[in-house]
């Protein structure tokens, strides 16, 4: 139990320092600016779906 409890605060203090670090860059980032981007589009995709052979195989249950 105690191992758990360890690996629980480990993992927590992990994230919290990696929060931390992420809120310092985001902070610290330059302006993005929203006209270099273009709009993006959208391409559908359409799957076939092979029929499928009507023979099933199956085992012999004198195998088992």
Do not use: Y
């Amino acid at each position: 139990m105690q191992g758990c409890l360890s690996d629980r605060q480990t993992l927590s203090d992990m994230f919290e320092s990696f929060a931390g670090k992420l809120r310092d860059e985001l902070d610290n980032a330059p302006c993005v600016q929203p006209s270099r981007f273009t709009p993006m589009t959208a391409t559908l995709v359409q799957n076939q779906i092979a029929p499928s052979d009507s023979s099933v195989t199956t085992r012999s249950n004198s195998a088992l």
